[in-house]
C-alpha cells in the first residue's frame, strides 16, 4: 500500500445542509432542510414527486437561490462536479449520434468538427464502460431510453468527478443497464467520490446506499436504509400531511 491511496479514498467532498430552505413566490419548497452528507460516501434521497429532492439538487448545484447554509467541505482544492439528469429531452429528429452528444458535452471544440484528440480516448473509456461503445454512429434519437440513459451515465464520467449529482439514473434502465449502473456506483465508491442520489426504487437504495435521507419538504428521517426505511417511516413520507419524526443519525 502506498502513501497516496488513503488520500484517494477521501477525495470528495463532505456536505452539510443547514436549515436550507428554498421558497417560490408563496410556495415553501424546502423547510429548514438540515442533514450531512459524508465524504466519498453514496447518499441517496428519497420522497414524493414534488416534495423538494431535485430542488435540493438544484440548490446544491448552484441552481436556485436558499436560504440557510449549504457548505461542501473538500478534503483539499475544490473538486469536479458532475450531473446526472433524470431523461435528455431533445428534438428526435436531429441527426445527432452518440459521438456528436458526447463531443458537444465534452469538449470545448464544435461538436461538427467531431471529436478532439485530447477528449476522444477519455469518450470512448466512457462509452465502453456503460456498453454503448458500439452505438456510438447510431443517431440518439433511435436509442431506446434505456440506452440514451446510460449516454448520460457517459457524460456524467467526464472529465472524472468527484462530487456526483444524479437525479434518478435508473428510471429508464433495462435489467442490463440497472447492472451496468450499480458497477459504476461501484467504482464511484472505490474512487471515494460524493455521490447524492435521487432514487423511487427503494430496493435499490437498501442494496447500494450508504446512508438515506427521507424528504418531503422537511427532513422527515435519515440514516442506514435498512433502519431508516421501516413501513412505518415510510408510510409517512408519502403521505398527503407528513409528520416530522426523529433522524437516526449514528
Known amino acids: 500500500m502506498t502513501i497516496a491511496e488513503p488520500l ?16 417560490l413566490g ?3 419548497i424546502l423547510d429548514r432542510i438540515s442533514f450531512n452528507i459524508r465524504p466519498g460516501s453514496v447518499h441517496a434521497l428519497v420522497g414524493p414527486n414534488g416534495g ?30 458532475g450531473y446526472v439528469p433524470q431523461a435528455l429531452e431533445f428534438d428526435r429528429g436531429l441527426p445527432m449520434t452518440v459521438d456528436d452528444f458526447m463531443a458537444a458535452m465534452c469538449q470545448r471544440r464544435p461538436a461538427f468538427l467531431g471529436l478532439s484528440r485530447k477528449v476522444a480516448p477519455a469518450i470512448g473509456e466512457a462509452l465502453e464502460r456503460v456498453g454503448m461503445q ?10 431506446s431510453g434505456g440506452e440514451r440513459q446510460r449516454v448520460l451515465l457517459a457524460q456524467g464520467l467526464i472529465p472524472a468527478p468527484q462530487l456526483l449529482v444524479l437525479d434518478e439514473p435508473m428510471s429508464a434502465l ?9 458497477r459504476l456506483l461501484n467504482d464511484w465508491r472505490q474512487a471515494g467520490v ?16 450508504e446512508r438515506v435521507t427521507g424528504l418531503n419538504r422537511q427532513v422527515l428521517f435519515e440514516g442506514p436504509p435498512d433502519e431508516a426505511l421501516s413501513p412505518e417511516r415510510l408510510l409517512n413520507l408519502f403521505s398527503t400531511h407528513p409528520k416530522a419524526v426523529g433522524s437516526d443519525r449514528s
Do not use: N, Y
Open 52 to 81: 423538494g429532492k431535485s430542488s435540493l439538487i438544484k440548490t446544491l448545484l448552484g441552481q436556485m437561490p436558499h436560504q440557510g447554509r449549504l457548505c461542501l467541505d473538500w478534503p483539499g482544492e475544490p473538486g469536479l462536479i
Open 8 to 23: 484517494a479514498l477521501s477525495a470528495g467532498p463532505g456536505i452539510e445542509f443547514d436549515r436550507v430552505s428554498l421558497t
Open 174 to 182: 433495462d435489467e442490463a443497464g440497472a447492472q451496468v449502473f450499480e
Open 194 to 209: 460524493t455521490v447524492v442520489w435521487i432514487e423511487h426504487d427503494l430496493a435499490a437504495v437498501k442494496r447500494l446506499a
Open 26 to 28: 408563496r410556495t415553501a
Open 134 to 143: 458500439d452505438k456510438r454512429k447510431r443517431r440518439m434519437g433511435a436509442l
